[in-house]
């Protein structure tokens, strides 16, 4: 089953966002999930992951702005963006199924498509 994200768009910067991913089955199974994002001209970046246990990892770049969590019930997964920058323009995807440590985009299995953030004034 696809991976499905939503809530990008374009904000002004110092505003928030909140993207979901709709993660069918895979909260339960207690995978690692994943946020990642890739700006132009650049390499996809881990932003932050969640495993089964809650526990949460997060890259130097967004650590304190942005939070991951997930609903189990509703087997989504968010994250919160505050404070949004110039330089968190990007296209967002979720992801399943990888290294929750070190959140490097080749150790995940599934992907979504992607929703697009532009911050910009």
């Known amino acids: 089953v696809p991976l499905m994200e939503s809530g990008g768009g374009s904000v002004e910067p110092n505003t928030s966002l909140r993207l979901a991913c709709k993660v069918p089955?895979?909260?339960?199974?207690?995978?690692?999930l994943g946020w990642f994002r890739q700006g132009p001209g650049e390499e996809r970046e881990g932003l932050a992951s969640?495993?089964?246990?809650?526990?949460?990892n997060y890259a130097d770049s967004v650590m304190g702005r942005f939070a991951i969590s997930k609903d189990n019930a509703k087997d989504i997964l968010y994250l919160q963006m505050n404070n949004l920058k110039a330089d968190d323009s990007g296209m967002y995807s979720c992801?399943?199924?990888?290294?929750?440590?070190?959140?490097?985009?080749?150790?995940?299995?599934?992907w979504g498509q992607g929703t697009q953030v532009t911050v910009s004034s």
């Open positions: 969640i495993d089964g246990d809650g526990d949460t």
């Open positions: 089955g895979y909260t339960y199974k207690g995978y690692c």
């Open positions: 992801a399943v199924h990888g290294n929750c440590y070190t959140r490097q985009p080749e150790t995940f299995n599934y």
